[in-house]
């Protein structure tokens, strides 16, 4: 079992920046993978961004790839998303998941645990 906090969202102005952080529980956070999703107003869930449990490896939707970077710090049991040149499409509730085992998954229906979101806003 995971418990998924997340932090850092707010208003920012279009090309500001923002640092979300998912804090989880539990002794095992290091062997799960870790995504972080939004969803906008209306609209489905979608991916943004996954790293897995090692950390070695990271993928990103098309839409976030070098703006966003995800990271992980396994000894304080935290992911971070890192957003950069934001522009008001970003505007969502983003949210932090987590999945276990050797896959990689983009679809939010093959990660076990969800953290409550947090509501990031862009202003033009």
């Known amino acids: 079992q995971v418990h998924l906090v997340e932090s850092g969202g707010g208003l920012v102005q279009a090309g500001g920046s923002l640092r979300l952080s998912c804090a989880a529980s539990?002794?095992?956070?290091?062997?799960?993978?870790m995504g972080w999703f939004r969803q906008a107003l209306g609209k489905e869930r979608d991916f943004v961004a996954l790293?897995?449990?090692?950390?070695?490896?990271?993928y990103y939707s098309d839409s976030v790839k070098g703006r966003f970077t995800i990271s992980r710090d396994n000894a304080k049991n935290t992911v971070y998303l890192q957003m950069n040149s934001l522009k008001p499409e970003d505007t969502a509730v983003y949210y932090c998941a987590a999945y276990g085992g050797a896959s990689v998954y983009v679809s939010a229906s093959n990660y076990a645990y969800w953290g409550q979101g947090t509501q990031v806003t862009v202003s033009s």
């Open positions: 539990g002794r095992t956070f290091s062997s799960y993978n």
């Open positions: 790293i897995r449990w090692s950390g070695m490896s990271t």
